[in-house]
């Protein structure tokens, strides 16, 4: 009677290819061991080539045969249900957290209070330049809106980068406060023809460009999620 072949697939890792020849002429001529699991399986060799008997490997290796039309599955078991899973050899510990690193909630409030002490700033120096009336309820409404924003901020800050941060933040606020308040007092007093006369005036003295340079600087800041210290904050 002539031999036939079932082909196996493997859905896992396979130990090596099997297959099975069945013949009434042939006769087992050695037994196959797989390391690290007991028993065997029988093995007949033919013109050749080496078979080992499906059944009694799936026994023997803890795995599961699947008859289908046309097709045998041999599941193998997870590598570590034997406890041959490889060990992780890594020996990399977590990256610790970056100290200076701003949290994302309190870097989006802080660009908005940016935001708006510039918009503060730069609408009263374009109307004492321009020689505007101001009073002192026009510019509370961009004080309060600015002042309502780093309490937001402040609200924000979670962690100990953030907390820094949000000193250099008040300290501009204060700044700007300051700032714009010698400005009310000097356009009251008819003290900011000055201004007017003489384009950059405001703009070049010495609390105003500590005032835009701080901003600028907070602003990267913010942009970058990444506490840094400048002089021009303090």
């Known amino acids: 009677m002539s031999a036939f072949r079932t082909c196996v697939l493997f859905n896992i890792l396979p130990i090596f290819a099997v297959c099975t020849l069945l013949s009434q002429t042939e006769q087992p001529a050695k037994v196959l ?57 890594s020996t990399s510990e977590p990256e610790a957290p970056d100290e200076h690193a701003l949290s994302r909630d309190f870097s ?7 935001a708006t002490m510039r918009e503060w700033a730069s609408t009263l120096a374009y109307a004492i330049e ?39 933040l008040t300290n501009e606020f204060d700044a700007v406060r300051v700032w714009s308040d010698n400005l009310v007092q000097a356009r009251k007093s008819m003290d900011t023809a000055k201004y007017a006369m003489a384009a950059g005036t405001l703009r070049n003295e010495e609390l105003s460009q500590k005032i835009i340079a701080c901003g600028h600087f907070l602003a990267s800041m913010f ?8 002089s021009s904050c303090h």
């Open 108 to 114: 989006r409030a802080g660009i908005e209070a940016v």
């Open 33 to 89: 061991a797989v390391e690290g699991h007991p028993g065997h399986a029988e093995v007949i060799q033919n013109n050749g080539h080496t078979y080992v008997e499906l059944r009694s490997l799936a026994e023997m290796v803890g795995a599961s045969v699947t008859f289908r039309p046309g097709l045998i599955v041999l599941t193998l078991p997870p590598a570590n249900s034997h406890g041959h899973a490889p060990e992780s050899t």
């Open 130 to 168: 321009n020689n505007y009336h101001v009073t002192d309820d026009w510019v509370a409404k961009y004080r309060e809106q600015a002042q309502y924003d780093v309490g937001l901020a402040s609200a924000a800050s979670s962690t100990d980068a953030d907390r820094k941060g949000l000193q250099l």
């Open 223 to 230: 942009g970058g999620s990444s506490y840094k210290d400048d």
